[in-house]
């Protein structure tokens, strides 16, 4: 079937590159609003997978694989100590650390990410 009309349309969104053609119908009017349905309903497709691939990224990124050298913390009872893994701290008061004496802890953790949060402003 050859279209005789000239009623064909071709979109071309730029940012992207999609390329939509259509030529279904007999009036050019009719064939320019489904090629921009179809423009509109990739385009909506595109920014959802987007959106998956960026929340995908996000929780990948927070769980980690749970493979057992992504310790956070070691509670070692038979010697009263305490290590975290993330700053390399071990400390030998685990009796205060259970009853939640975890200030020595956080002040350490938070210097450390203070430390990162500065090489990565160094290294921009």
């Not at 969104?13 to 320019?32: A, F, M, W, Y």
């Amino acid at each position: 079937c050859v279209n005789t009309t000239d009623s064909a349309v071709r979109l071309t969104h730029i940012p992207t590159g999609i390329v939509i053609s259509c030529q279904d119908e007999k009036s050019q009017l009719k064939n320019r609003d489904k090629a921009l349905k179809v423009l509109r309903s990739r385009l909506y497709d595109l920014e959802l997978q987007k959106r998956h691939d960026a929340e995908a990224e996000a929780r990948r990124s927070q769980v980690g694989t749970g493979d057992r050298s992504e310790k956070i913390r070691t509670y070692n009872f038979p010697q009263g100590g305490c290590t975290e893994h993330r700053i390399k701290l071990t400390l030998y008061r685990l009796g205060d650390i259970m009853n939640g004496d975890l200030d020595e802890i956080i002040d350490s953790l938070i210097a450390a990410d203070q430390a990162a949060k500065l090489a990565n402003m160094e290294d921009e």
